[in-house]
């Protein structure tokens, strides 16, 4: 006692252990009037002397914002800056036992209180409340002699913030130190909160059951943060020991989070929720956890690195590389909702890309296009935006939107393409063209190729501007020589075959007609198509009205889709990792 009052008197506190012990057992009433007189008559030299003095009283009577007010008030103009670094520091001391820490925080990184050790014990005290709770056991393991300067009651208040950082921290040698120092003199009456952290210290010395004891008579504490505190830390201990199931243990932990906001315990409660509702896969539980801790709690300890890993969650759901899967409608809910564990870069580019293929899938072609739209005005490439456009023209097309598609088309239009792309591109418009009623633009985009796709698209434009001979004429040039191959025509050449002979039927050509029935009759006998091809192949005098009752069903709504089901078949499942752009963050 001797060396730590000689300690005091050389200066290493700013708080007189024998002025705060005495102004904890004086009078309140008659003590604090004297007070408030003595300023009353004070000179104005004296009176921020005095009024420094009641400041210090209501502080070692626990009014700390009645004493952090009266402080700044007594500073020239309540000018904070206008103190010392001595008067900074007690104000800091006063505002941090207030629970202003934002304030005291400010105070205490003062350059003039940098290196002083009483300020690095204060700032612990804050680090522990705010869940920084490594910084927190590092600064008090530093400054432990300044706290042994304090009275017991504010000696009380510092261990207890400094006992909860070591037991986060697994500092058992520290923690078990300052629980036993808060134990001292509470052999009848321990308080919930110590209690508490003794079941957690059984925990830590492997004594599971001792700290079930302890926390299951702790769950129904009148101290409400205590009582929160055992039952989340008893929820964990049936979860490691298997005696609640993870989607049982969300529920539970979501009414914890309920019950108890607004600081680092709600972001250790969150964190618990989360990783059980991801075990659980209640992936929207989980993410609605991380967000919370994102935006609230990003620097408590352990938050970090939690949501590094519900960021490769997210990652791995929407791109469906991980083991867990989710259908596209999940997918785009996730996306919607938690965006801002995108990746970066380029991996947020391929997540993106995906996304617009879930969007796609869901017929929500507004907002696929809207979001492909964005990423080439913002952030593709010159090189990349032809392909891009491409895509974009085809969901246009797909929303029956002829005009936008050609308008994509045109608008990224450039030379330097492979050939796969310009062919794409060239398909692409000539269907948008022949769906705004352009037939000879989109004929003329067509021009030079003769493959089987294109004769199957030329049919399809000429049949959707009526010019029947001509369609005819390009579904059997698609057909080419499979009259002349063993066996049955597949399906598609079915489909195609019949569409010939409708067309050919409707633009009053017989010599087509009996050149389709002559080498195709006897490859359609066994096909469930024979029938139709009879009656459309059949005396002049009825096909003309059957032919006309066909095409009612072959509408141009349903060659299109075939149209894009087969582009996409080709071309769009060839690009599934073309370039793409991250939306807006937020």
Do not use: C
């Not at 309540?78 to 925080?105: K, M, Q, Y």
Request: glycine share 6%; proline share 4%.
């Amino acid at each position: 006692d001797a060396d730590a009052s000689g300690r005091e008197r050389a200066g290493l506190s700013v708080i007189s252990r024998a002025r705060w012990e005495r102004d904890e057992d004086s009078d309140f009433s008659s003590r604090r009037n004297s007070l408030m007189t003595m300023i009353a008559n004070a000179d104005e030299a004296d009176r921020f002397r005095l009024r420094v003095m009641l400041a210090r009283f209501l502080a070692a009577n626990q009014l700390y914002r009645e004493a952090r007010a009266v402080y700044i008030g007594a500073l020239p103009a309540s000018d904070v800056s206008a103190g010392s670094p001595r008067d900074r520091l007690e104000l800091a001391i006063f505002s941090a036992l207030g629970g202003d820490t934002g304030f005291a925080r400010n105070l205490l990184s003062d350059l003039a209180l940098s290196n002083q050790d009483e300020a690095t014990l204060w700032r612990s005290y804050l680090d522990a409340i705010d869940g920084h709770h490594v910084e927190a056991v590092v600064g008090y393991r530093r400054t432990a002699a300044i706290a042994a300067l304090y009275p017991e009651s504010l000696r009380r208040i510092l261990r207890t913030q400094i006992a909860e950082a070591a037991i986060e921290t697994d500092s058992t040698g520290l923690a078990i130190e300052l629980v036993e120092s808060l134990m001292e003199g509470q052999a009848d009456a321990i308080p919930d909160r110590v209690s508490y952290f003794r079941g957690r210290i059984f925990e830590l010395t492997g004594k599971p059951e001792d700290a079930r004891s302890v926390y299951e008579r702790l769950s129904t504490s009148k101290d409400a943060a205590t009582e929160i505190r055992a039952r989340t830390a008893l929820l964990a201990l049936d979860l490691k020991d298997g005696k609640i199931k993870y989607p049982d243990a969300v529920k539970a932990y979501q009414i914890l989070v309920t019950l108890w906001r607004g600081d680092p315990l709600e972001g250790r409660i969150l964190m618990n929720l989360g990783r059980a509702a991801a075990l659980a896969k209640d992936w929207k539980a989980a993410f609605t956890a991380a967000q919370r801790l994102n935006r609230v709690y990003p620097e408590v300890d352990g938050v970090r690195p939690f949501l590094e890993d519900m960021a490769l969650r997210f990652d791995r759901l929407v791109s469906g590389e991980g083991p867990d899967k989710i259908d596209a409608f999940e997918s785009v809910a996730l996306f919607m909702d938690f965006r801002e564990f995108m990746p970066v870069g380029k991996r947020g580019d391929e997540l993106t890309s995906k996304f617009i293929d879930h969007l796609a899938e869901l017929d929500l072609l507004p907002q696929a296009t809207e979001l492909l739209r964005y990423q080439i005005t913002n952030r593709l490439s010159a090189e990349d935006k032809p392909q891009a456009a491409i895509r974009l023209a085809e969901l246009f097309l797909r929303d029956r939107k002829p005009l936008e598609a050609v308008r994509a088309i045109a608008d990224t239009r450039s030379g330097g393409v492979d050939e796969e792309t310009r062919r794409a591109r060239r398909f692409i418009e000539a269907r948008a063209r022949s769906e705004l009623g352009q037939t000879k633009a989109a004929i003329d985009i067509l021009e030079g190729m003769e493959d089987r796709e294109t004769s199957i698209l030329r049919g399809d434009i000429y049949w959707h501007a009526k010019e029947y001979t001509f369609s005819g004429a390009g579904y059997e040039q698609a057909l080419s020589e499979s009259w002349r191959e063993d066996g049955p025509l597949t399906e598609e050449d079915s489909v195609i075959l019949l569409r010939a002979a409708i067309a050919n039927v409707l633009a009053a050509d017989p010599m087509a007609i009996d050149r389709l029935r002559a080498r195709y009759a006897k490859k359609l006998e066994k096909t469930p198509d024979a029938p139709a091809f009879r009656l459309l192949t059949s005396p002049p005098a009825t096909r003309a009205a059957l032919a006309s009752a066909f095409a009612d069903t072959v509408s141009n709504a349903t060659m299109l889709d075939a149209f894009l089901a087969n582009y996409r078949k080709r071309y769009v499942s060839k690009n599934t990792d073309a370039p793409s752009a991250s939306p807006p963050q937020g």
